[in-house]
């Protein structure tokens, strides 16, 4: 049996195509939209840009891709010389980029204010799963009790070691990794916004696996961004309209590795367990970074918790969905 792997995050877009034929009712008869589309760390992305100098918009989104691929040589844990696999391989990284540094004090913040609801350390549980459901010979049941006990072993935000003057990250314990694919999207997305904006642009909607939307579109609209459905995410189950907001959503249907859907790839630290499936959470934020990571952590906290979680965290709203439609909004 294979892992189902598709994009982590679930929302559609909707304002591209309406954002052209608007243009010629605007003032700015000359703006246009350009539109890139590549990938960030495994997920499909796209800039939308509103510009009247073609040239100095594509000579932006050339920085921006430039960008893009500095920070993916940090963060991705796709690549055997990048700063993360180089500290998950020898469990200490000297000389550790700036914002490697900043992303990973980011991540044990949201740790402390969730009590462990979101650990950064999951990853030694995630790669139990991953190799469960790829191995030749699959138990449906998922990994026994013994192995993830012994995976959860290695799981502690708190023995992640920042020193930040040295620049130096390391772990405490021999066979803890980190993944930071819960708040590196979000972070790369802030930082291609920068870029963009640093060379005049700012109307525009830059998704590196989360939407973050700067300005209006030329006709003073919001960006309109549809939350997918959790069982069909080619449909939107409900949409927001945002300006100078990012807005990011997370489900366990966004990797499944079995194909009954019962295992996800949303672990919770405490238990090893796996969120469900058919559920998705969407954070409104003011950036993308702050966004992104809440939107995982929201999908596994008690209910009791969401409000002092999204307080705390920096964001303004958290919307629960399931294929039955909205559950539950929760807006501080």
């Known amino acids: 049996m294979t892992v189902r792997i598709t ?9 591209a195509a309406a954002g052209l034929s608007l243009l010629a009712k605007t003032n700015q008869a000359n703006a246009r939209l350009l539109r890139w589309e590549g990938t960030t760390l495994g997920a499909p992305s796209t800039i939308q840009l509103y510009h009247t100098d073609e040239a100095k918009a594509r000579a ?4 921006a891709q430039g960008e893009l691929a500095r920070l993916e040589a940090i963060f991705s844990i796709y690549r055997a010389d990048s700063a993360i696999s180089a500290l998950n391989r020898d469990g200490v990284l000297e ?3 700036a914002e490697f ?8 913040d949201l740790a402390s204010i969730s009590d462990g609801v979101f650990d950064p350390t999951i990853q030694p549980v995630w790669q139990l799963y991953l190799s469960h459901f790829t191995a030749a010979t699959v138990d449906p049941a998922g990994p026994s009790r013994k192995d993830l006990d012994a995976a959860l072993a290695l799981v502690n935000w708190r023995d992640i070691q920042i020193d930040a003057a040295a620049r130096r990250v390391s772990f405490a314990r021999p066979g803890m990794a980190l993944t930071l694919n819960a708040r ?3 972070f790369i997305t802030d930082k291609v916004a920068t870029v963009l904006r640093s060379h005049g642009f700012t109307q525009m909607l830059v998704d590196m696996g989360e939407p973050r939307a ?12 549809g939350i997918a459905n959790p069982a069909d995410q080619s449909k ?7 300006v100078d907001k990012c807005v990011s959503t997370s489900g366990g249907y966004g990797t499944l590795f079995d194909e009954a859907g019962k295992f996800t790839h949303i672990i919770d630290p405490r238990t090893g367990l796996t969120a469900p499936a058919m559920l998705g959470v969407t954070v409104i934020a003011d950036t993308a970074t702050i966004a992104d990571g809440l939107a995982t952590t929201l999908i596994l906290a008690p209910e009791d918790k969401r409000l002092h979680i999204l307080r705390a965290g920096g964001a303004l709203q958290a919307i629960f969905v399931t294929p039955d439609g909205v559950t539950a909004t929760v807006t501080v």
Do not use: C, F, Y
């Not at 932006?60 to 920085?63: K, L, T, V």
């Not at 540094?101 to 044990?108: D, F, I, M, P, S």
């Not at 700067?214 to 961004?225: E, F, M």
């Open 7 to 15: 994009r982590r995050r679930a929302i559609t877009v909707l304002a």
């Open 60 to 63: 932006a989104i050339d920085a």
């Open 95 to 97: 000389n550790a980029p």
């Open 101 to 108: 540094v900043e992303l990973v004090a980011h991540a044990k």
């Open 184 to 186: 590196a999207q979000g």
């Open 214 to 225: 700067l300005s209006t579109k030329p006709d003073g609209s919001a960006w309109h961004i």
């Open 236 to 242: 939107a189950i409900t949409s927001v309209d945002v």
